[in-house]
């Protein structure tokens, strides 16, 4: 039996789902609708509970939504679902012509933007809104403010913030009040380690700790995370189960708060990751995987 983990409000599976790579992932390698719908449904009946979208992740600027659509379109499919599922989505960041990116804090862009995946998203509060990138343009606690009235006026259930240093995390906690900031979505895997900081801070403060491009990415980092980092291989083959399930299985043991957002295009692999959470490692073997990026 999976124990569930604290999102704020909500209890979740300890794995949750990265839906990016379904509409934007370094390959450029798309599923179609239906297997992509597949793999959030191969999520769903592994006991995932949390998935992870945003409104940029689109496989170019001009379908910006494409993801949460996507979202959209599998839960309407899926038929009854989950109790206590969540769907997290960001806002923050902007696509134009020409493949542009940017940044964009303004009260009224963000309220544009979570209008705009309330609408994709086909429901009437947004259950976790997140700070997708800081605009540093802008003062970080002002941007805040704008989610937090957000959250007041009952737009979104809970707040998160993500990309975020000590400083902002601290920011963000004084301007949503005690309890207010829910998570902390930051880049950790075995080969990215500098956000250990923030997932300490989380921790002791006790706010949920959302590792992103949790096996490296899809860039082949995460394929290969064995190769890269072989302890993760030898202790997968001690207990008869893939790296990847390592990887996951160790970022969860450094915190209770921990709850990584493994990205999938393959139902296969969201299945193999959700069983993370049933994968006990010992002291010795967490420390091994700890101490293999140093
Ligand atoms: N906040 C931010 O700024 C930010 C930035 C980047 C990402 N994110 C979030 O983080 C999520 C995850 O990041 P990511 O997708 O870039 O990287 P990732 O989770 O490190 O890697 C995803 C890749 O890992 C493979 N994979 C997953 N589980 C596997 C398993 N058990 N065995 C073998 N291969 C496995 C997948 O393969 P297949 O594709 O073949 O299934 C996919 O290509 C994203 O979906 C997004 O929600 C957030």
Not at 15 to 37: I, K, T, W
Not at 81 to 96: C, M, S
Not at 170 to 176: E, K
Not at 197 to 225: H, N, Y
């Amino acid at each position: 039996m999976t124990t569930t983990r604290t999102l704020g409000p909500f209890q979740v599976h300890p794995v949750g789902l990265g839906c990016m790579p379904l509409s934007m992932n370094n390959d450029r390698q798309y599923p179609d609708e239906a297997d992509a719908v597949a793999t959030i449904h191969a999520a769903l009946d592994a006991g995932v509970t949390l998935l992870d979208t945003a409104d940029c992740y689109a496989p170019s600027w001009d379908a910006f939504g494409h993801n949460e659509s996507l979202v959209a379109t599998a839960l309407r499919q899926y038929g009854s679902l989950p109790e206590g599922l969540v769907v997290a989505t960001k806002g923050g960041i902007t696509r134009g012509p020409g493949e542009t990116w940017g940044r964009d804090g303004s009260p009224e862009y963000l309220r544009g933007a979570v209008e705009a995946s309330l609408r994709r998203l086909g429901v009437d509060v947004i259950d976790l809104y997140q700070w997708h990138r800081p605009d540093r343009e802008r003062d970080y606690a002002e941007v805040v403010g704008t989610f937090a009235a957000l959250r007041d006026e009952g737009k979104v259930r809970a707040v998160g913030i993500s990309n975020a240093n000590l400083e902002e995390i601290a920011v963000a906690q004084d301007v949503l009040g005690p309890g207010g900031l829910v998570s902390v979505q930051n880049e950790f895997s075995p080969r990215y380690r500098s956000s250990e900081d923030e997932l300490r801070r989380c921790d002791a403060e006790g706010i949920a700790f959302l590792p992103w491009s949790p096996l490296g990415g899809t860039g082949g980092g995460a394929r290969a995370v064995g190769e890269q980092f072989s302890v993760f291989a030898e202790i997968g083959a001690e207990h008869g189960v893939s790296p990847q399930r390592v990887v996951l299985a160790w970022e969860l043991a450094l915190s209770e708060r921990v709850i990584p957002i493994p990205g999938a295009r393959r139902a296969a692999s969201i299945a193999d990751s959700a069983a993370a959470a049933e994968l006990v490692l010992s002291e010795e073997e967490i420390a091994r995987c700890s101490a293999s990026g140093s």
